[in-house]
């Protein structure tokens, strides 16, 4: 007997924003098109029980859903450029930076296709052996 195939991360991540059908869907997936915009290699992948999750040579965020408010946590948040300050969450941390966004609020697309192509360079960067010296 066949088993029925898991869905991919994308038909996951697509089903959990229609399955949430208020502000709160809406919200992550006007998050997701514009990670997706800012890069085009971007691979989508669930984790921990059925997180979103964007990466690019390692994590560039989480898409986290509460009641009050969606959850975008970049893993390495503290070490990119933040100028038009979205980060309002997770600050105290050496680490992580978050952007919460509460019903009714839009974040800066620009700023935030910005931290996005900062957070995946970053990881890139990282990926990236040294060169050796003559």
């Known amino acids: 007997m066949k088993m029925p195939a898991e869905p991919s991360a994308s038909e996951f991540i697509t089903r959990k924003v229609e399955e949430l059908g208020d502000w709160r869907g809406e919200a992550l997936a006007r998050m997701r098109q514009l990670i997706q915009a800012a890069d085009p290699d971007v691979v989508e992948e669930v984790k921990w029980g059925g997180v979103p999750v964007w990466s690019h040579d390692g994590i560039i965020c989480t898409g986290e859903v509460y009641k009050a408010a969606v959850k975008l946590t970049f893993a390495k948040g503290a070490s990119l450029s933040d100028p038009k300050k979205l980060f309002n969450s997770s600050l105290e941390g050496n680490t992580r930076r978050a952007i919460d966004i509460k019903q009714g609020e ?24 040294p060169t050796k010296k003559k």
């Open 106 to 129: 839009v974040v800066n697309a620009t700023a935030f296709k910005t931290l996005v192509k900062q957070a995946a360079a970053f990881n890139s960067a990282g990926k990236k052996k």
